[in-house]
């Protein structure tokens, strides 16, 4: 099954797209990945089309030989596969947002993997020991993720007095995005 969705939605995807969108999502995204040029829309449409209600044992592998390819909207695809209403937090999700979040390279991505591990964080909170290393992550977007993946205010209650010091030890992180996912998180969560 996992060969005849990824047979299926890469076909769709590659017919949706635009050159002139791929050149201006690639220049956006500040992206080193192929772009196709799907709107948000058309891709999400394609996803839902394509893996219908689909189970996790089968969604997952799908991911992971997405996320594997070199082309953008292939990646995102896979994210929101998994971030379907329908698919069940595990044990090997969240395995999968491990090994997602030390890959990833900008907002597109982190944004899109955030409800992932969201569903992760709400359905077994032993998962934040591993999102408080994060923290002190050399790498920004795994920085970013420690605040930005628990702003959601379920997210966030699970869990508000660890993740308050997080956010507050990266306030003034030396990037941006680190920096504006904290001040984000101490906005909204009263800190």
């Known amino acids: 099954m996992t060969n005849a969705f990824y047979v299926a939605?890469?076909?769709?995807?590659?017919?949706?797209?635009?050159?002139?969108?791929?050149?201006?999502?690639?220049?956006?995204?500040?992206?080193?990945?192929?772009h196709l040029g799907v709107s948000d829309e058309d891709l999400n449409k394609a996803v839902k089309n394509v893996v219908g209600t689909a189970d996790t044992?089968?969604?997952?592998?799908?991911?992971?030989?997405?996320?594997?390819?070199?082309?953008w909207e292939f990646k995102v695809a896979g994210l929101r596969a998994l971030a379907l209403e329908h698919v069940d937090a595990s044990d090997d999700l969240w395995k999968?947002?491990?090994?997602?979040?030390g890959q990833l390279?900008?907002?597109g991505f982190s944004d899109n993997l955030a409800?992932?591990?969201?569903?992760?964080?709400?359905?077994?909170q032993a998962r934040f020991d591993d999102v408080e290393k994060w923290a002190a992550?050399?790498?920004?977007?795994?920085?970013?993720?420690?605040?930005?993946?628990?702003?959601?205010?379920?997210?966030?209650?699970?869990?508000?007095?660890?993740?308050s010091a997080?956010?507050?030890?990266l306030k003034d992180d030396k990037e941006a995005v680190v920096k504006d996912a904290a001040t984000a998180w101490l906005a909204a969560n009263g800190g």
């Open 137 to 163: 992550s050399r790498h920004k977007w795994t920085r970013r993720a420690a605040v930005a993946f628990t702003l959601p205010k379920a997210v966030a209650d699970a869990a508000s007095s660890r993740i």
């Open 9 to 34: 939605l890469t076909f769709k995807l590659r017919t949706m797209g635009s050159l002139d969108r791929a050149e201006s999502d690639k220049a956006r995204y500040e992206s080193a990945w192929d």
């Open 166 to 169: 997080w956010a507050e030890s």
């Open 105 to 107: 390279d900008g907002l």
């Open 115 to 124: 409800p992932v591990a969201e569903k992760c964080l709400l359905a077994d």
């Open 96 to 101: 999968f947002v491990l090994a997602c979040v």
């Open 57 to 71: 044992d089968v969604l997952l592998p799908f991911a992971e030989r997405l996320w594997n390819e070199p082309v």
